[in-house]
C-alpha cells in the first residue's frame, strides 16, 4: 500500500476575482494543512480583465500548488470547469466557486463522506446569505421545477460545490455534450452519492457576476430543465389539449347562442379562436426549439473550449483538438 497522502484537486471556475483570490487560497492552505492529504488548486481563468492573472502568479511565486489555466476567450462557467477537471491529477477532485461564498472550511466533511465511501459529495445549501429575498425565492423554485420534471431523481439546493471520485470525474468527462448542465449530470452517472449540508456565504468582496437578472441563471434553468426532463413539451401537448377542449366548447356555444337568439359576432368569435391556436403554436414551436438547439449544438461538434495558455498545468489531450502554450 502506497504511503503517499492522497491527492485532491480543486477547481475553479472563475472570472475577475483579483480581490478574492489571495484569501481563498489562503483559507484552503489552512483547511488542508489540517488533513492527511496533499492538494493541487486549479484555477480555470475565464478571460479576466482585472489582474487575476497577476494575482495567480504572484501567489505561485509563494506556493506551487496554484496552477492556471487560461482560455483564449470567455466560454462560461461550465466550460471552464470542465477544462479544469480534466487537468486535474488528484485522487478526488472539488469544484467550488472562487468568490468564497462557497466556503473552504467545509471541504473536511467533504473529505469524509469520499473515505467513507462515496464517489459523489454533493453540498446541500441550506441558507444562503447575502443575496436578495427574490433571487433566492425564484432559485428554490426553478430547483423545484426541475426536480419535478427530471427523469432521474435531482437533489434541490445542491449548487455546483462538490467532490468526485476519480472513477466518478473520469464517467463525467467521458460525456461530450454541450452546455453540460453538471449538476445533474454527476448525479446521471450514479456511483455511491452523499450529502452534505452547508451555508452559503455572502460574497467576500466585489460584486456578484450573475445577478438575477441576467443571462447566465436562466441559461442553467433552461439546461437543467431540458437536459434532463420532456417537461416543456409534455406541458404544451397538455396545453394544446386543454385548448382543444375550450375551443369546442366555445364552438357548440356559439352554435347554440346563435341558433338560438341570433346575437353572436361569428367573426369576432372565430378571430378569438384563430388568435389562441396561433399562440399555442408559437409556444410549442420555442418549447421544441430548445431541444432543437441542443442537437444542433451536440452534432456540430465544437470543442466546448480552447486553452490559451496554463501555468503548472499539463493538459491531457483532448478529443477536440485544443490549442495550447505552456508558460
Known amino acids: 500500500m502506497s504511503s503517499q497522502p492522497p491527492l485532491i484537486s480543486v477547481v475553479f471556475s472563475f472570472r475577475n476575482e483579483r480581490q478574492n483570490i489571495p484569501t481563498l487560497i489562503a ?8 488533513t492527511a492529504t496533499d492538494y493541487e488548486l486549479l484555477f480555470v481563468n475565464d478571460a479576466s480583465d482585472d489582474g487575476s492573472l497577476d494575482a495567480l502568479v504572484d501567489e505561485r511565486s509563494r506556493n506551487a500548488r496554484v496552477k492556471v489555466i ?17 487537468a486535474s491529477s488528484g485522487d478526488a477532485t472539488i469544484i467550488m466557486d472562487a468568490d468564497l461564498q462557497d466556503p473552504p472550511e467545509v471541504i473536511p466533511q467533504l473529505l469524509e463522506k469520499w473515505r467513507a465511501g462515496a464517489d459523489v459529495v454533493h453540498t446541500v445549501r441550506t441558507r444562503r446569505h447575502g443575496e436578495s429575498a427574490l433571487k433566492m425565492m425564484m432559485t428554490r423554485l426553478a430547483y423545484r421545477i426541475i426536480h419535478l420534471g427530471s427523469s ?12 468526485l471520485s476519480r472513477p466518478a470525474l473520469n464517467h463525467l468527462l467521458a460525456l461530450t455534450e454541450s452546455d453540460p448542465y453538471i449538476r445533474g449530470l454527476v448525479v446521471w452517472i450514479g456511483f455511491q452519492q452523499a450529502f452534505v449540508p452547508y451555508e452559503r456565504d455572502a460574497r467576500h468582496a466585489g460584486k456578484t457576476h450573475f445577478p438575477f437578472f441576467s443571462r447566465n441563471p436562466w441559461k442553467t434553468f433552461a439546461m437543467g430543465l431540458t437536459s434532463f426532463s420532456f417537461m416543456p413539451i409534455f406541458a404544451v401537448i397538455a396545453l394544446a389539449l386543454g385548448a382543444s377542449g375550450v375551443t369546442v366548447l366555445l364552438v357548440l356555444y356559439v352554435l347554440l347562442r346563435q341558433l338560438l337568439f341570433g346575437d353572436v359576432s361569428t367573426a369576432l368569435v372565430l378571430a378569438a379562436i384563430g388568435a389562441f391556436f396561433w399562440t399555442t403554436t408559437l409556444v410549442a414551436v420555442a ?3 430548445i431541444y432543437v438547439i441542443r442537437i444542433y449544438k451536440d452534432i456540430r461538434n465544437r470543442p466546448q473550449y480552447i486553452v490559451a495558455s496554463t501555468l503548472g498545468v499539463s493538459m491531457p489531450a483532448e478529443k477536440a483538438a485544443v490549442e495550447r502554450v505552456t508558460m
Open 27 to 34: 483559507r484552503l492552505d489552512t483547511v488542508f494543512s489540517r
Open 70 to 86: 487560461n482560455m483564449s476567450r470567455r466560454f462560461g462557467v461550465s466550460e471552464c470547469a470542465r477544462a479544469g477537471m480534466s
Open 287 to 289: 418549447a421544441v426549439g
Open 152 to 163: 432521474i431523481e435531482l437533489p434541490v439546493d445542491a449548487g455546483d460545490f462538490k467532490l
